[in-house]
Nanobody
Framework: QVQLVESGGGLVQAGGSLNLSCTTSTSTSFFLVFSDMGWYRQAPGKQRELVAAMTWNNTVNYADSVKGRFTISRDNAKATMSLQMNSLKPEDTAVYYC?????????WGQGTQVTVSS
């Protein structure tokens, strides 16, 4: 069973930065190399939304609300994926989840809280 564990969340003032990391508990090269991945977030009372995504061949996509501020990346050798978040805004406050999928295999982390104070 693959497990994803997020880290790096916390409390930051508006305009600040955070780097979220997601470690995958597998050394299976096929999964690491060929999985699509993404970062999602869910604010209180709202639906979970896609923040940033990267396909297995490194095509990236960002939500309009974070374009130019957030950067998604991956390091298959370290089995990690990251989300660099700059110029944070109070509306970025949410629980952030990482996701990896290959075919029907779909795995989620437990989430990490990001709180941006004004």
């Amino acid at each position: 069973q693959v497990q994803l564990v997020e880290s790096g969340g916390g409390l930051v003032q508006a305009g600040g930065s955070l780097n979220l990391s997601c470690t995958t508990s597998t050394s299976t090269s096929f999964f690491l190399v060929f999985s699509d991945m993404g970062w999602y977030r869910q604010a209180p009372g709202k639906q979970r939304e896609l923040v940033a995504a990267m396909t297995w061949n490194n095509t990236v996509n960002y939500a309009d609300s974070v374009k130019g501020r957030f950067t998604i990346s991956r390091d298959n050798a370290k089995a990690t994926m990251s989300l660099q978040m700059n110029s944070l805004k109070p509306e970025d406050t949410a629980v952030y989840y990482c996701n990896r999928r290959v075919g029907a295999a779909d795995f989620w982390g437990q989430g990490t809280q990001v709180t941006v104070s004004s």
